[in-house]
């Protein structure tokens, strides 16, 4: 059984920084790419950032690029999103998914499992 599991969010104000973790266990973690998406209350979910099975692939959503860092442990079965100077509007849940694919991808459709997700808020 595949599990993902966020943990890392909280609340904080505008400027701070945080760091989501998401650790995977039950499928072979380094074959995969990764996703971070997010669901702020009324808007669909949209993605954030992704990286591919080795990490050498990366892509942002503009509206986080060169404040958001994803990366991840393959030792650790654990991908990680660093969010810096971070502003209200990136209040939401996180969630991390596994996807069905080495690469790094933006499409929902493209990540087989999903964590619960983690509540992120950013206070002005």
């Known amino acids: 059984q595949v599990q993902l599991v966020e943990s890392g969010g909280g609340l904080v104000q505008a400027g701070a920084s945080l760091r989501l973790s998401c650790t995977v266990s039950?499928?072979?973690?380094?074959?995969?790419?990764m996703g971070w998406f997010r669901q702020a209350p009324g808007k669909e979910r949209e993605f954030v950032a992704t990286?591919?099975?080795?990490?050498?692939?990366?892509y942002y959503a503009d509206s986080v690029k060169g404040r958001f860092t994803i990366s991840r442990d393959n030792a650790k079965n654990t991908v990680y999103l660093q969010m810096n100077d971070m502003k209200p509007e990136d209040t939401a849940v996180y969630y991390c998914?596994?996807?069905?694919?080495?690469?790094?991808?933006?499409?929902?459709?493209?990540?087989?499992?999903w964590g619960h997700g983690t509540q992120v808020t950013v206070s002005s």
């Open positions: 998914a596994s996807s069905h694919y080495g690469r790094s991808s933006h499409d929902t459709g493209e990540y087989d499992y």
């Open positions: 990286i591919s099975y080795s990490g050498g692939t990366t």
């Open positions: 039950g499928r072979t973690f380094s074959n995969y790419g």
